[in-house]
């Protein structure tokens, strides 16, 4: 595994971990990431996993108002405020940072 400190910025890295969620005593979460390996990766495998991501993101987004799916139920039970545009424009933002 690669240490964070001894690579040479900027560079592309892939990080895999376990996510924790916690709540704050004010009802706030925040996440953290216990990281299991840091790789880094070339710039053509960064947009490749941006542009999977985008389009994984936006077909999920594209069920949401059908309520297609069992994870589509859990996460409008969990989350009933959940504001999709700010995920559609999370993904479009990523996509205009990469050039094919």
Not at 3 to 24: E, S
Not at 45 to 53: F, H, S
């Amino acid at each position: 595994m690669q240490q964070l400190a001894k690579i040479d910025t900027p560079a592309f890295v892939a990080v895999v971990g376990k996510p924790n969620l916690y709540q704050t005593p004010d009802g706030a979460f925040l996440v953290s990431v216990r990281v299991e390996s840091i790789t880094i990766v070339d710039k053509e495998t960064r947009d490749l996993w941006v542009l999977d991501t985008a389009a994984r993101t936006l077909d999920r987004i594209e069920k949401v108002p059908a309520g297609t799916g069992p994870d589509i139920v859990k996460a409008k039970e969990h989350y009933p405020s959940i504001d999709v545009n700010a995920f559609r424009k999370t993904a479009y933002d990523a996509l205009a940072q990469i050039r094919i």
